[in-house]
C-alpha cells in the first residue's frame, strides 16, 4: 500500500487550565497529556472518548482558538511544517476547517448566506456558495433564513457548506451527530467521507464508536486526557485484534457485541491515578500499570499498555 | 439543548397580527402600572404628616385663589372626604387634563410642568443621546478584550463615575469651570435680570452646557459598564468562537456578529436609562438651579407642593414605561427570532 | 508568586473594606463633640498640616466634620441596606414559592418601584414619612431591594427543581422547612453579595436625598449636609468644602463596590478558572 501523504501530525499534545485548589493555590489542571494522532490525505481519522473528556480542547487547540486561561504543550505538524500560531491564524477558515456540533455556533442574528459568506458580497463568493448549496440539494432561499428557521435536516448540510467555503486540506468535525437518529448520522457521515474521499485529511471527535465504525479509516481511543490506542477500523470487527483493554471494554459495549459495560468511571484529571489512567478499571492491572507508560508500536497500531502484544 | 426536528415544521402564523397583539398587551399593562403609580403616589403624600393647606396656609397662594379653586383643593387633601373618593377625584381630573394647582406657583400643575419639561427636555436629549453613543462605543471597546489595558481603564474610570453622585460631580465641575477657569456661568438657565424674550439661544446653550455634560457623564457610567457585560458574553458565545475558528479577523467579527447581536441589548439598555436619566437631572438641576423639572420636583417636595409632586411623579412615570414600551415594540420590530416568529428567543 | 492573584486580591480588599468601615465608625462616634465645635479665630483655613480639610465659615475642623458625616452616612447606609436586602429576600422566596398569584403582585411591585425614578420616589416616601431620619432609611430601604429580590427569585425558582429539594418534599417536609432548612443556606452567599453592593447605593442615596434636603436635618454633620452648605461658600473660592468630603465620600462607594463586586467573582462557580 502507498503511504499517503501527512497533513497533520500531532505529537504529544496537551491542554492544561489554571485553576484555584482549596484556598488561593492556582495550579495547571491537564485536561488532555500524551495525545497523539496522525491524519493523512484522505483519511478519515476518528477521536473516540467519552462525553466531557476534553475532546473539544484538541480541535480549539489545532484551530488556535483556546480560551486564554489555557496552556497547550506539545507539537502540531501541518503539512510538514511546525503549525504556529501565525499559521494557523492564516490557515484556519481555509485549509483547515471546523464543522461545529449544532447551529448553536451559528449567529442568531446574521442571515445563513452572508454568515457562510462571512459578511462578503462579492460575485465570486455568492457563486462559490450557491454551487456549494446546490451540491448539497439546498435551496438558494435558505440563504435568507436566520439560524433558527432551519429545519432538522437542513441544519447538517448548512453546517457542512460552512466549511466547503474555504479549500480545505484538514475538516476537524467536532461532534457533528449530537442526539441524531442513525439515518440522519449515516447521511451526514456519508459528507465527511466525501471530503475525505475528495482528498482532505479528515478528524472527526466522537463520543460514539459505533458512527465512528461506521466510516473512519483508523480510531484513536481516547481515555482520561490520553490516546491509549491508535488503530485500524478494521482492527474492530473483533475483540481479539485490539490492543488496549479499554478499547476491548468498548468493543464489548457495542449493541452488537453485547452491551457490556465496565464497571466504574473515568477519573476526573484531578484525581488520576499514577501511571495507566485506567489501571483502576483493569483486569489485569499489575504492579507494572503504575509506572510511566510509552506509545508502543503492537501490530501495525499504537498502544499505550504494558501488557499488550 | 436545542430539540432536532427532522422535517421543517410548517408555521402558519400572523406574525404582524400577532405582534400587534403584543404591543397591545404591554400598553394595556403600562397604563396599568401607570395607574397605580398614582395611586402610589397619592398614598404616600396622603399619609404624610405634613398637610399641604396647613403648610401653605397664609402664604400668597391660597388668598389669591378663588374661592371655587380652594374647594377643590380641600376635596383632594382636606380630612372630610374617604381617602379612595379623595383618589377618584384627583384621578378623575387628571385624566381630564387638570393636573390640580401648584400651590407655589399658584398656576395650573399642568402648565408649569409644560414650562419646567422643555426646559429639562434640552438637558435630558443631550444626556440620553450623548450618554448613549458614547457608552455604547466604550462599552464595545473594553469587553472586546476583557482583561486589557484599555479595558481596565474604561471599566476603572466608569465604576468611578457609577460611584460618584451627580451632585457632587456637579460641584467639581462648577469649581472647575465657574469658579476656577471662570468660562461657564454658576447656575440658571438664563442669565439673572435679563428678560424673558431677551434671552438667546446661546444664552440658553451656555447655561446648559454644565449639567448636560454632567447628566452625559453620569450616564455613560452605567450604559458604559452594562454594554461591555455584554460584550464580555458575545465574545465568549460560542458563535464568536465558531467565527474564530473559520479565520474571521476581530474586525470582522466585530462587524458581522458583535453589532448585531450587541445592539438589542443595547437597545433596552438605552430606554432604561431615562428613569436614570431623570433621576439624575433631579440632582443636576438643583445644583446648578437650573429650573427645570428636577429642580420644580424638590422644591414642591419641600414645600409641600403636592398636586406639583404628583403631577411630576406620574409624568416621569409616563415617561420611563413610554420608554420600556418602545423599546419591547423596536425588539420585535428588530430581532428576527420574534418578527420572524420562532417562540421568541 | 509576584502578583496577588483574584482570590487573594478579593479578600484583601473586603478586609479592607471592613477595616476602613470600622475606622471611620468609630471615628465618627468618638469626635461626634469635636464635629460641632466653632471657633472664629481659624474659620476659612485652607487644608493644612493640622487642619486636613480645612476649616468652614465658623471655623469648624471638616476634617472631623467629615469623618462624623461620613460615620453618619455608614450607619445608616448599613441600616437601610440591611433593611432592604432581608425585604428581597423575603420578597424573592415568596414570589418563588407562593404560586402564581404573589409571584404576579411581587413582580408588579418591583416594575412599579422601578417606574419612578429613585430620587423621585425617595422624595415622595421621604415626604410621606415627613422627612427626617426615619424618612430617609425607610426610604433607601424602600427603593433599594427590586433587583436583589430578582435574583432571589430565579435562585429559589431554581432550587425548587434541585434533587435536594424534592427528596426533602418528598420525605414530607413543609414549605416552611424546606425554605428554611435547605433553601437559606444555599441563598446565603447571594444575599451576603447584595447587602454589600445594595450598601454604598444606599449610602450615595442617603447622600443625595440629604443634599435636596429631605434627609437630616441641617445641624446633623451629614455628607449630604455639608456638601449642600458648601455650594453657598462655592463662588468664593472655598473648594475644600466641597472637594474633600466628596471624595471620601466616593472612595467609600468604591471600596465597596469593588469589595462586593470581587466578592461576587469568587462566589461565583464558574470562576474557578480566573
Same mark, same amino acid.
Given at each position: ?309 | ?139 464595545? =471597546?473594553?469587553? +472586546? ?8 481603564? %474604561?471599566? &476603572?474610570? !466608569?465604576? *468611578?463615575?457609577?460611584? /460618584? ?98 445592539? =438589542?441589548?443595547? +437597545? ?8 436614570? %436619566?431623570? &433621576?439624575? !437631572?433631579? *440632582?443636576?438641576?438643583? /445644583? ?58 | ?274
Amino acid at each position: 500500500m502507498e503511504e499517503k501523504k501527512v497533513i497533520l501530525d500531532i505529537r504529544n499534545f496537551s491542554v492544561s487550565f489554571e485553576q484555584y485548589e482549596k484556598g488561593f493555590r492556582k495550579t495547571g489542571l491537564p485536561v488532555i497529556r500524551n495525545l497523539d494522532v496522525t491524519i493523512r490525505e484522505g483519511e478519515m481519522v476518528a477521536v473516540v472518548g467519552s462525553s466531557g473528556s476534553g475532546k473539544s480542547l484538541l480541535a480549539h487547540g489545532i484551530l488556535g482558538i483556546l480560551p486564554y486561561n489555557a496552556t497547550m504543550g506539545g507539537e502540531l505538524v501541518y503539512d510538514g511544517e511546525l503549525l504556529t500560531k501565525e499559521r494557523q491564524k492564516a490557515l484556519r477558515g481555509n485549509e483547515i476547517v471546523l464543522v461545529p456540533q449544532s447551529v448553536a455556533f451559528l449567529d442568531p442574528l446574521m442571515k445563513i448566506g452572508p454568515q457562510i459568506r462571512k459578511g462578503k458580497k462579492d460575485q465570486a463568493s455568492r457563486e462559490k456558495l450557491n454551487g456549494i448549496f446546490e451540491g448539497y440539494h439546498l435551496k438558494n432561499e435558505v440563504q435568507e433564513l436566520y439560524p433558527f428557521e432551519l429545519s432538522g435536516g437542513m441544519n447538517r448540510r448548512v453546517l457542512v457548506s460552512t466549511a466547503m467555503m474555504g479549500n480545505p486540506r484538514l475538516v476537524i468535525a467536532d461532534e457533528p451527530t449530537p442526539g441524531l437518529h442513525m439515518a440522519m448520522v449515516r447521511r451526514v457521515m456519508s459528507h465527511f467521507r466525501e471530503l475525505a474521499d475528495q482528498g482532505a485529511g479528515v478528524l472527526l471527535i466522537t463520543h460514539d464508536l459505533e458512527q465512528a465504525l461506521e466510516v473512519a479509516d483508523r480510531v484513536v481511543v481516547f481515555y482520561a486526557g490520553t490516546t491509549v490506542e491508535d488503530a485500524d477500523a478494521k482492527d474492530f470487527r473483533s475483540e481479539e485484534t485490539l490492543r488496549h483493554p479499554y478499547s476491548k471494554a468498548l468493543w464489548r459495549a457495542l449493541p452488537q457485541n453485547g452491551f457490556q459495560f465496565i464497571r466504574g468511571t473515568q477519573p476526573y484529571v484531578k484525581d488520576l491515578p499514577e501511571g495507566c489512567p485506567f489501571g483502576p478499571r483493569c483486569e489485569w492491572y499489575t504492579e507494572a500499570c503504575k509506572g510511566e507508560i510509552s506509545c508502543r508500536e503492537v501490530r501495525g497500531g499504537r498502544v499505550r499498555c504494558v501488557r499488550a502484544v | 439543548m436545542v430539540s432536532w426536528l427532522p422535517w421543517p415544521v410548517i408555521r402558519e402564523r400572523n406574525f404582524v397580527k400577532e405582534h400587534f397583539i403584543f404591543v397591545g398587551k404591554q400598553a394595556v399593562r403600562m397604563v396599568l402600572l401607570v395607574f397605580f403609580v398614582s395611586l402610589a403616589a397619592f398614598v404616600l403624600v396622603s399619609v404624610s404628616p405634613l398637610d399641604p393647606l396647613q403648610a401653605n396656609v397664609g402664604q400668597a397662594a391660597l388668598g389669591s385663589m378663588s374661592q371655587e379653586q380652594i374647594a377643590k383643593l380641600q376635596t383632594y387633601w382636606g380630612v372630610d372626604e374617604p381617602p379612595v373618593e379623595r383618589f377618584l377625584a384627583w384621578a378623575g381630573d387628571f385624566f381630564r387634563g387638570d393636573m390640580g394647582l401648584s400651590l407655589l406657583y399658584r398656576q395650573p400643575v399642568a402648565k408649569v410642568i409644560g414650562v419646567k419639561l422643555a426646559n429639562s427636555l434640552w438637558l435630558m436629549a443631550i444626556a440620553w443621546i450623548l450618554s448613549g453613543a458614547v457608552g455604547f462605543v466604550l462599552g464595545i =471597546l473594553a469587553g +472586546l478584550r476583557e482583561g486589557s489595558l484599555l479595558d481596565k481603564v %474604561i471599566k &476603572g474610570y !466608569s465604576l *468611578l463615575i457609577a460611584s /460618584t453622585p451627580a451632585f457632587w460631580l456637579a460641584l467639581v465641575l462648577l469649581m472647575i469651570f465657574a469658579v476656577w477657569l471662570k468660562v461657564l456661568p454658576i447656575g440658571l438657565s438664563v442669565p439673572i435680570g435679563v428678560e424673558a424674550a431677551g434671552v438667546t439661544v446661546a444664552d440658553r446653550i451656555q447655561h446648559a452646557i454644565l449639567p448636560a455634560i454632567t447628566l452625559s457623564i453620569t450616564g455613560i457610567a452605567n450604559i458604559t459598564l452594562h454594554t461591555r457585560e455584554k460584550m464580555v458574553e458575545i465574545m465568549e458565545s460560542d458563535y464568536v468562537l465558531f467565527a474564530r475558528a473559520r479565520g474571521e479577523s476581530t474586525f470582522s467579527i466585530v462587524k458581522n456578529h458583535v453589532l448585531r447581536n450587541v445592539l =438589542l441589548p443595547a +437597545l433596552t439598555l438605552q430606554f432604561a436609562a431615562i428613569s436614570e %436619566i431623570f &433621576g439624575g !437631572s433631579v *440632582l443636576v438641576e438643583q /445644583t446648578f438651579s437650573y429650573p427645570g423639572l428636577g429642580q420644580a420636583a424638590v422644591t414642591a417636595g419641600l414645600g409641600s407642593d403636592v398636586p406639583l409632586l404628583l403631577g411630576i411623579t406620574v409624568i416621569s412615570a409616563l415617561f420611563v414605561f413610554g420608554g420600556n414600551l418602545i423599546a419591547n415594540i423596536l425588539y420585535g420590530v428588530i430581532d428576527p427570532r420574534i418578527r420572524r416568529g420562532g417562540a421568541g428567543a | 508568586m509576584k502578583h496577588l492573584n483574584g482570590r487573594m486580591a478579593a479578600v484583601f480588599l473586603f478586609g479592607l473594606a471592613v477595616l476602613f468601615l470600622a475606622a471611620v465608625t468609630a471615628a465618627g462616634w468618638g469626635f461626634e463633640e469635636e464635629a460641632l465645635v466653632t471657633d472664629f479665630s481659624r474659620k476659612n483655613l485652607e487644608p493644612c498640616g493640622q487642619y486636613l480639610f480645612g476649616t468652614d465659615w465658623l471655623g469648624r475642623d471638616m476634617f472631623i466634620r467629615t469623618l462624623t458625616g461620613l460615620s453618619m452616612s455608614i450607619r445608616i447606609g448599613l441600616l437601610a441596606a440591611g433593611v432592604s436586602s432581608v425585604l428581597a429576600l423575603i420578597l424573592g422566596t415568596l414570589a418563588a414559592t407562593m404560586g402564581k398569584t404573589v409571584d404576579g403582585v411581587i413582580t408588579w411591585l418591583i416594575d412599579l418601584v422601578m417606574g419612578i425614578p429613585h430620587i423621585l420616589l425617595l422624595i415622595l416616601i421621604s415626604y410621606a414619612l415627613g422627612k427626617g431620619f426615619k424618612g430617609v432609611v425607610i426610604g433607601v430601604a424602600l427603593t433599594h431591594w427590586t433587583s436583589l429580590a430578582r435574583v432571589i427569585r430565579g435562585e429559589v425558582l431554581q432550587l425548587k427543581e434541585a434533587l435536594f429539594i424534592r427528596t426533602a418534599q418528598k420525605l414530607g417536609a413543609t414549605k416552611f422547612e424546606i425554605v428554611w432548612k435547605h433553601m437559606l443556606p444555599h441563598l446565603f452567599p447571594q444575599f451576603l453579595v447584595g447587602l454589600i453592593l445594595t450598601f454604598p447605593h444606599a449610602i450615595l442615596h442617603e447622600a443625595s436625598i440629604t443634599f435636596l434636603g429631605f434627609g437630616l436635618p441641617p445641624e446633623q454633620p451629614a455628607i449630604g449636609i455639608i456638601l449642600s452648605e458648601s455650594m453657598k461658600y462655592l463662588a468664593m473660592g472655598r473648594w475644600w468644602l466641597a472637594l474633600f468630603p466628596g471624595l471620601l465620600l466616593v472612595f467609600t462607594v468604591v471600596l465597596f463596590d469593588v469589595a462586593g463586586e470581587s466578592l461576587r467573582r469568587l462566589l461565583d462557580p464558574g470562576s474557578a478558572h480566573r
